[in-house]
């Protein structure tokens, strides 16, 4: 058994999980991320292959006929996946994996790797979600409410999840998210692997499973 393990990190616009995600990496060297593929064009400060791993419509079409994606979307007339080959190298390195997708990304992924754990970020309220949305100065109105729509569709599928964080303080929000990701280390198969010479020496009361 592998001792890592595939998470997936679903939220609305706004929720704050991309930030979240940000600070987890800075804290932690035993988490890492899948860089996804996009069709749209790069924005101002983005950069090929760290974002995402820019490419044409007919290249993520070839891929897709090719069943190379463990998921893909599209998404304001655009399109998203998720490499299956570039998860399974990272997940080979033995470090735990994050795919920030949306509900639809992480029910694909779960199909298919029924083993990997959801985790939804939920902000505190709506009013809260259409505040940040409106704060960032970036859109205009009637973007901001196709957004909000869109938040309405996404947070309504977070009981798809196993774990659900809020996140109202940001601190609490990272230290929630530490601990599902850290907890998944202490499962009794996973420590079975990792330090199996003391396992071995130990009788157990009752047979342990395999």
Known sequence: MNTSCLFTLSAPS??????????????SDEVTV????????????EVDGRDYHFISVEAFEKMVENDEFLEHAKVF????GTSQQEVEALLAQGKHVILEI????A??????LPDTISIFILPPSRETLK???TGRATDDPAIIERRMRDADREMSHF?????LIINDD???????????????SLTLERQKVRHADLIDSIEPAYPLKT
């Open 34 to 45: 899948c860089v996804s593929h996009a069709t749209r064009s790069m924005r101002p400060g």
């Open 77 to 80: 007339d655009n399109y998203y």
């Open 170 to 184: 940001f601190d609490q929000a990272l230290f929630d998210l530490e601990s599902v990701i850290h907890s998944q």
């Open 159 to 163: 009981s798809d999840a196993e774990y």
């Open 102 to 105: 949306d509900w639809q990304g």
């Open 131 to 133: 505040q940040r949305l």
């Open 14 to 27: 706004g929720a704050g999980k991309t930030s979240l995600v940000k600070a987890l990496l800075e804290k």
């Open 107 to 112: 029910r694909q992924v779960k199909q298919k």
